[in-house]
């Protein structure tokens, strides 16, 4: 499966920004996606996952409340729903799909995206 991820951008502190991972080549709706992002010199970190009928959805403790994951299996599409974005969430956003389960863990994904780009000035 392909995943291209886009909706990044240059926003301000406080904007919302929400991120989509448009997915070709493969059966959507039997992969659990996930969202990871990068900072400039930092290592990969998990933001959010989502199972495959959209049941069990998980968000990392440190970006609850901000951050919300959805999909759309008609559409082949994930999304990441960013609100009171901060500058501290500046990184490359990263989408993913794994074969089986939904995890919070990079290594259990299959396939990646290329990234999208978020910078949050203050």
């Known amino acids: 499966v392909q995943l291209q991820a886009f909706g990044g951008g240059l926003v301000e502190a406080g904007a919302s920004l929400r991120l989509s991972c448009a997915a070709s080549?493969?059966?959507?709706?039997?992969?659990?996606m996930g969202w990871f992002r990068q900072a400039s010199g930092m290592e990969r970190g998990f933001v959010a996952a989502i199972s495959q009928g959209s049941s069990r959805t998980y968000v990392a403790d440190s970006l609850r409340g901000r951050f919300a994951i959805s999909r759309d299996n008609l559409k082949n599409t994930v999304y990441l729903q960013m609100n009171s974005l901060k500058p501290e969430d500046t990184a490359i956003y990263y989408c993913?799909?794994?074969?089986?389960?939904?995890?919070?863990?990079?290594?259990?994904?299959?396939?990646w995206g290329q990234g999208t780009l978020v910078t949050v000035s203050s």
């Open positions: 080549g493969g059966t959507f709706r039997t992969y659990a």
């Open positions: 993913a799909a794994s074969k089986y389960t939904v995890s919070y863990l990079d290594t259990r994904y299959d396939y």
